[in-house]
């Protein structure tokens, strides 16, 4: 009877293994391998590989199982070029971070708030939509969220408006191999299609090369803008702003295995770290809390009025700090708070994904 009880158990666990597999999609990636434009993606749990002609115009087409209404397609671009450090400002700006994956919510706060419409045309005209990090991990969207900004970014481009995407914490995470926080569902599509994880975002793909083209740090108008903050050694290193992604972007696939490099070049380590990283620093948030003369040193380096940062959630967010000169935006995404900041006419809000929109306070 034991042994009739254990082999149904075991039954009735393939089984469910076996459905929750069979049920897998994933958006397709393009590789680049030997000459020739793969097309890899994962549809019904089974693994699908197109082959494209290079000298036709390759198309992603993103779908979404559960609603078919949201699949939208995106052309390749011809050439990817690494971004400005140092752009000008807006009329009007949006500024997010730590989607992580949740395409739903960051989908919804952009229809809300007139960015895009139903069929994800560009709707915001001049204006710029500034992402200050963390795209990946924990959400199980995470492709589509990237293939949707890949596809924003040339719309507005085309309408004179632009989509700046700078880098966080869990992005160089998944380039550099440190994978801890990938739902589980993208390690299992990984196995299907016989690859690692990282794989898909390697060098040799157009989201992998995408990406490191990316910054971890821009001065946008008078805003600068960067995932977690500045410390207050790099502002001793008194490096300007292109510099510093310049010397930073070879290592953005390699920061799990950077112990090492601080004692080729000092400088590296600092910006690589915990304590000190442009997407890891706490200390506007944590204590010990950087001062505020700490902050207007910040400033005064830099040539703006305001730090733009996510990566911390605290309470107040979306809001400002250190009177109006640091601007937190991250909130729980994954429990489904989507919020944003928006500079509008020259006055800042607070907006959701249900459109409401109330003026920022100073959290001090």
Same mark, same amino acid.
């Not at 030997?34 to 089974?46: A, E, R």
């Not at 500024?95 to 989908?107: H, P, Y």
């Not at 204006?127 to 969207?141: A, Q, S, T, V």
């Given at each position: 009877?034991?042994?009739?009880?254990?082999?149904? +158990?075991?039954?009735?666990?393939?089984?469910?293994?076996?459905?929750?597999?069979?049920?897998? @999609?994933?958006?397709?990636?393009?590789?680049?391998?030997?000459?020739?434009? =793969?097309?890899?993606? *994962?549809? @019904?749990?089974?693994?699908?590989?197109?082959?494209?002609?290079?000298?036709?115009?390759?198309? *992603?087409?993103?779908? %979404? &199982?559960?609603?078919?209404?949201?699949?939208?397609?995106?052309?390749? /671009?011809?050439?990817?070029?690494?971004?400005?450090?140092?752009?000008?400002?807006?009329?009007?700006? +949006?500024?997010?971070?730590?989607?992580?994956?949740?395409?739903?919510?960051?989908?919804?706060?952009?229809?809300? @708030?007139?960015?895009?419409?139903?069929?994800?045309?560009?709707?915001?005209?001049?204006?710029?939509?500034?992402?200050?990090?963390?795209?990946?991990?924990?959400?199980?969207?995470?492709?589509? *969220?990237?293939?949707?900004?890949?596809?924003? !970014?040339?719309?507005?481009?085309?309408?004179?408006?632009?989509?700046?995407?700078?880098?966080?914490?869990?992005?160089?995470?998944?380039?550099?191999?440190?994978?801890?926080?990938?739902?589980?569902?993208? +390690?299992?599509?990984? /196995?299907?299609?016989? +690859?690692?994880?990282?794989?898909?975002?390697?060098?040799?793909?157009?989201?992998?090369?995408?990406?490191?083209?990316?910054?971890?740090?821009?001065?946008?108008?008078? @805003?600068?803008?960067?995932?977690?903050? =500045? &410390?207050?050694?790099?502002?001793?290193?008194?490096?300007?702003?292109?510099?510093?992604?310049?010397?930073?972007?070879?290592?953005?696939?390699?920061? /799990?295995?950077?112990?090492?490099?601080?004692?080729?070049?000092?400088? =590296?380590?600092? %910006?690589?770290?915990?304590?000190?990283?442009?997407?890891?620093?706490?200390?506007?948030?944590? !204590?010990?809390?950087?001062?505020?003369?700490?902050?207007?040193?910040?400033?005064?380096?830099?040539?703006?009025?305001?730090?733009?940062?996510?990566?911390?959630?605290?309470?107040?967010?979306?809001? %400002?700090?250190?009177?109006?000169?640091?601007?937190?935006?991250?909130?729980?995404?994954?429990?489904?708070?989507?919020?944003?900041?928006?500079?509008?006419?020259?006055?800042?809000?607070?907006?959701?994904?249900?459109?409401?929109?109330?003026?920022?306070?100073?959290?001090?």
């Amino acid at each position: 009877m034991k042994f009739f009880l254990l082999c149904l +158990l075991s039954l009735f666990f393939f089984l469910a293994v076996f459905a929750q597999s069979s049920n897998l @999609n994933e958006t397709p990636h393009v590789f680049y391998r030997n000459g020739k434009t =793969i097309l890899q993606s *994962v549809v @019904n749990g089974k693994s699908v590989v197109d082959t494209v002609d290079a000298q036709n115009k390759t198309v *992603v087409k993103v779908k %979404f &199982a559960q609603h078919p209404e949201w699949d939208f397609s995106v052309p390749l /671009k011809k050439t990817l070029a690494i971004e400005p450090s140092v752009a000008k400002g807006a009329d009007k700006m +949006l500024f997010i971070s730590d989607v992580e994956g949740e395409f739903t919510g960051f989908r919804a706060l952009l229809l809300a @708030n007139g960015v895009i419409d139903q069929k994800y045309n560009w709707k915001f005209g001049t204006g710029k939509l500034i992402i200050c990090g963390d795209l990946f991990d924990r959400g199980k969207e995470v492709t589509e *969220v990237l293939w949707l900004l890949y596809k924003l !970014e040339q719309d507005a481009k085309a309408a004179g408006g632009y989509v700046h995407t700078i880098l966080g914490n869990h992005d160089i995470m998944n380039l550099s191999g440190d994978i801890r926080y990938v739902d589980p569902r993208y +390690l299992e599509m990984a /196995k299907i299609v016989g +690859l690692t994880y990282t794989d898909f975002f390697a060098a040799d793909t157009e989201l992998g090369r995408w990406l490191r083209t990316k910054n971890i740090i821009e001065k946008i108008g008078d @805003n600068l803008c960067a995932h977690a903050g =500045i &410390a207050p050694q790099i502002n001793t290193l008194a490096m300007p702003i292109a510099q510093i992604n310049d010397k930073c972007r070879p290592y953005y696939d390699k920061a /799990k295995r950077l112990a090492s490099v601080g004692e080729a070049d000092p400088t =590296i380590a600092s %910006f690589f770290n915990s304590k000190t990283s442009l997407f890891w620093y706490r200390g506007y948030f944590v !204590e010990p809390k950087a001062t505020e003369e700490e902050v207007n040193a910040t400033l005064s380096i830099f040539g703006v009025k305001r730090i733009v940062v996510g990566h911390t959630i605290v309470p107040g967010n979306v809001g %400002f700090y250190y009177n109006g000169k640091v601007l937190g935006l991250d909130v729980n995404q994954h429990a489904g708070k989507h919020e944003a900041a928006l500079f509008e006419k020259g006055v800042w809000y607070k907006i959701d994904d249900k459109g409401l929109k109330t003026e920022l306070k100073n959290n001090d």
